[in-house]
């Protein structure tokens, strides 16, 4: 950003050393006129000398004018150089991270309802810009986790990290690569294909891309499905058939796609949730030991699909386990992607109309108790909120009343 040639040098000094106050520039004091003892890693002169500002000035249409570009004024031109600069370089966070991510964790009709009565507890996003974290770079498989609270970055290791080896953030902890580039978020941070590191979704063949579409879409098809519940003669035969064709898709897509994809996180707990489902329908029906056979394979195969995981466990990790233990069948809310794309600009951050959202709650015994998955949900807590200590806060915050002691 601060190369020698570039016409804006001067003025991202000053956007970058605000960002290290961690505040809008409107709170930073200006510079005494001496403007002595002050560095660079403080508050730079609102303008620089008045020289090197007209220098910086005279470059920018030169440059504009080289790529094709001359059609706005010096104004209209540095807005849009500083705007690229933030996007590229911001972390998107909500003004209440713990309050978000219970607002996540509610039903499409319950969000509705506190979006109509009680507005003030929609989450509310916010661009951070950290002159340091900054320099940290995006990694598929990244180290560390980072979370904005208030004016402060925490970045913590999520594993050990060797002596020499680069600490990396993931950009995006949330959304898949394929994910990211389909919803232009790599052009936002400045980034390619080539530049992202080991991104499985973005080596697949054209075949395998379609059938990760596909892969992503078997929760809709589950959701289609069970519409019928309602008016359906057998309801055990109804879950019995459903699952019965997310098995067999998933059998078909982890045959064609490398296992480890994020996108299998989803279809494996929605197949863990029908097994539990399928274990209540038992136990109601008299075959208790069946029942807990299913169950104890249900508790399983969410360990496995979290095993498989090995992508940074942001949000979504955290609301597949929190929905598990609502007992309900829900897709990753279309607000997480949403909340990326506002900080572009292209959307208002709580909901995306396009995405299916839905949520399908199951019987009270299918269920999944804390305890089965607790050093899971700790780590998922610990990797999203610094802090695994506050599980209980979380838990009871989302609605799950069966919270830790």
Known sequence: LLEADSGDVTLLKQLMSLSCWGRPPSSVPALPESGEGEGFMKRQPRSGSPEEF???????????????????DFSARLQ??????????????????????????????????????????????????????????????????????????????SRTITKGEEILLSYWPDVDAADASEHGLLEGFGMSGSSIGDALELTLSAEQRQQLVDLKQLPVGVANRLAVAGSASDVAALFDDVASYLNSELTKAEAALPKNLRAFLEPRFFQAQLSLQQAAILAARGDPERGAKLEQLATLRMRNALKLCDAPWGKRVLLRLLFALKGVLRPAPAGLLAAYKAS??????????????????????ARVPWVSLSSELERAVEEVFGDGAILSALLSKCGITEVPE
């Open 54 to 72: 007209e220098a910086a000035k005279a470059l920018l249409p030169v440059e504009e004018a080289n790529a094709g570009q001359t059609a706005e």
């Open 80 to 157: 849009r150089h500083l705007e690229l600069v933030a996007r590229a370089n911001a972390f998107r966070s909500a003004v209440d991270p713990l309050g978000a991510l219970a607002w996540h964790a509610l039903a499409p009709q319950e969000q509705r309802a506190v979006a109509e009565t009680d507005p003030g507890k929609m989450p509310s996003p916010r661009v951070s810009l950290f002159l340091r974290a900054s320099l940290f770079n995006h990694g598929e498989a990244a180290n560390a986790c980072w979370l904005v609270a208030g004016s402060v970055i925490l970045v913590r290791a």
């Open 344 to 365: 572009r600009g292209e959307a208002d951050g709580t909901q995306d109309s396009e995405a299916p959202d839905f949520s399908i709650q199951l019987a009270k015994q």
